[in-house]
């Protein structure tokens, strides 16, 4: 649910916006005609920020930030180039994390951890050569010590924004599995996640 008192549901055929006073409903689909249509019809993931923009992830369009007029909505696309090394790294976006200082931390599949600035519209990447355990990463979450957790194929990392360093955790740890899932991650208002 979003400040407007919108609920929105991502799902493998397009996104829905869902007015929950008046029911009115909104249902937003890639349209290779349009291009300032949603980029992607499989949507992963819909999160609102600190300022109110809607960012989508998308299962091979890459992030779209939603801009609302009158008559519709239209979406700005990120998606990788690979001549630009300031790009989004993958156009698999499976979750969305703000931090304090209002930038996005993205976990993609296969493209490592993304970092965006959302004023300059750059993406910093962090792979498993700076110690992430995978670079399969389904959900992405914040702790109150300026800590993210991300849930991988190969264990959970512990990001520390601070340090910029990483710390692993594995099933010899004390997890259930060292393979995670899309969508199977959680923060609860008391802290848990």
Known sequence: EDNAGYLWAGTKEGLARINIETREFGFFQHDPTDPQSLSNSVVRCVFQDSQGRIWIGTDGGGLNLAHFSEDRVIFTHYVNDPSNA??????????????????????????????????????????????????????????????????TNRGLSKFNLNTRNFRVYEQNDGLQSNEFNVGAYYKSRRGEL
């Open 86 to 151: 300031a790009s989004i790294s993958s156009n698999m976006v499976f979750s969305i994390w703000e931090d304090e200082t209002g930038m996005l931390w993205l976990g993609t599949y296969g493209g490592e951890l993304n970092y965006f600035n959302p004023e300059t519209e750059e993406f910093c990447h962090y792979s498993e050569k700076d110690g992430l355990s995978n670079n399969v990463i389904y959900g992405v979450l914040g702790d109150d010590q300026n800590n993210l957790w991300l849930s």
